[in-house]
């Protein structure tokens, strides 16, 4: 990970507002509830492992709009080192760099409404598709266990635009997540999601760089 932060610096930049990172005990024999909020900074990496180092069982719940490629990066590896889950709430947003991070998760969830979403990686200077931040993208995803069908789909989107994960035509990517069922207040079973197409207004948030 050291080589990963050295050779992805650039990535980072430009990024000044830290986002807030909280931890909630559920109780005895429960997971603790990490809540990741806000843009990601170069130094929230280091501020999730300081957050989640005592714990053994987590659910790490995510609202972002993106921010930096390696911190997303950094904490999606970290969630999947520690063998968390992750999950989006209803309605809430996490896009970019805050969904690498959600697919660290052993098992991932999203809420009714929730929007996920994934474009390939710009350089933060020239606003282009750069191959250096693709190839991070690409190595991360198939460490998460996405299939390469996932894997091309995703990097091949444009960089200011963005992928939404959709549960319509669940075989054809194959990326494994659970959606959570309103009525019964309960996990329901586990489906497949395809990528969808971008917002029609066009806004993916921040580029994960």
């Known amino acids: 990970m050291r080589f990963l932060i050295l050779g992805c610096a650039?990535?980072?930049?430009?990024?000044?507002?830290?986002?807030?990172?909280?931890?909630?005990?559920?109780?005895?024999?429960?997971?603790a509830i990490v809540e990741v909020q806000g843009t990601l900074d170069a130094i929230d990496g280091e501020r999730f492992f300081?957050?989640?180092?005592?714990?053994?069982?987590a659910v790490v719940r995510f609202q972002s709009r993106g921010g930096s490629l390696v911190t997303g990066i950094q904490i999606g590896e970290m969630i999947r080192l520690k063998d968390f889950q992750t999950v989006v709430p209803a309605g809430a947003r996490c896009a970019s760099a805050c969904a690498l991070a959600w697919l660290g998760g052993i098992h991932r969830f999203m809420g009714p409404g929730a929007r996920i979403g994934l474009h390939a990686v710009s350089d933060p200077k020239s606003g282009q598709v750069t191959g250096v931040g693709n190839a991070l993208l690409g190595a991360y995803l198939n460490r998460v266990g996405l299939p390469y069908s996932a894997v091309v789909y995703i990097?091949?989107?444009?960089?200011?635009?963005?992928i939404w994960l959709s549960f319509a035509d669940v075989k054809r990517l194959g990326i494994e997540v659970t959606l959570l069922n309103p009525a019964a207040g309960k996990l329901d079973v586990t489906v497949e999601t395809r990528v969808g197409v971008a917002d029609s207004d066009g806004s993916p948030g921040p580029d994960a760089r």
Not at 50 to 57: M, R, S
Not at 155 to 162: D, G, I
């Open 10 to 31: 650039v990535f980072a930049a430009g990024y000044a507002q830290a986002a807030t990172i909280s931890v909630q005990s559920a109780g005895p024999e429960k997971p």
């Open 50 to 57: 300081a957050k989640i180092a005592p714990l053994t069982l």
């Open 155 to 162: 990097a091949q989107a444009a960089p200011n635009s963005v």
